[in-house]
């Protein structure tokens, strides 16, 4: 009899270890909730600063743009200008966008976190045959 009573107290640690921990985890994913919105306030507002800043910026492009139409139209004729810069334009957005897709679908692959995602389904699973055994 001494021996299941003893297997009982040492449940009843494990139980209240698992408990401990559970809590444990809860208070700590509270706390970082509570930390990641304060950072997030703090980082609206200056996001806010850099779109304004990014806005003006591509006002300032624009100009740029238009006025280097009008260098070149000095030459050429309005149209043809404008048609070289569309142009122009035309073939560096489709390089970046060709860039871009093949970037992504590459990171594509290095997100799936498999060594991440085993080591988790070890841990559940361990947590299960160690509450099994009780």
Request: proline share 1%.
């Amino acid at each position: 009899m001494t021996s299941d009573a003893g297997r009982e107290s040492i449940v009843g640690l494990v139980r209240e270890l698992v408990r401990g921990v559970i809590g444990l985890v809860r208070t700590e994913i509270t706390s970082a909730r509570q930390e990641v919105g304060e950072g997030v306030s703090r980082v609206g507002r200056g996001a806010v600063f850099l779109g304004l800043a990014f806005a003006f910026a591509l006002l300032f492009l624009i100009a740029l743009v238009v006025l280097l139409i009008a260098v070149v139209a000095l030459w050429l004729p309005w149209w043809l200008s404008a048609l070289i810069f569309v142009v122009v334009f035309v073939i560096l957005v489709g390089l970046f966008a060709w860039a871009g897709v093949r970037r992504l679908i590459s990171a594509k692959d290095r997100f799936t976190l498999p060594e991440t995602r085993a080591s988790v389904q070890e841990d559940v699973a361990w947590a299960k045959r160690l509450l099994k055994r009780e």
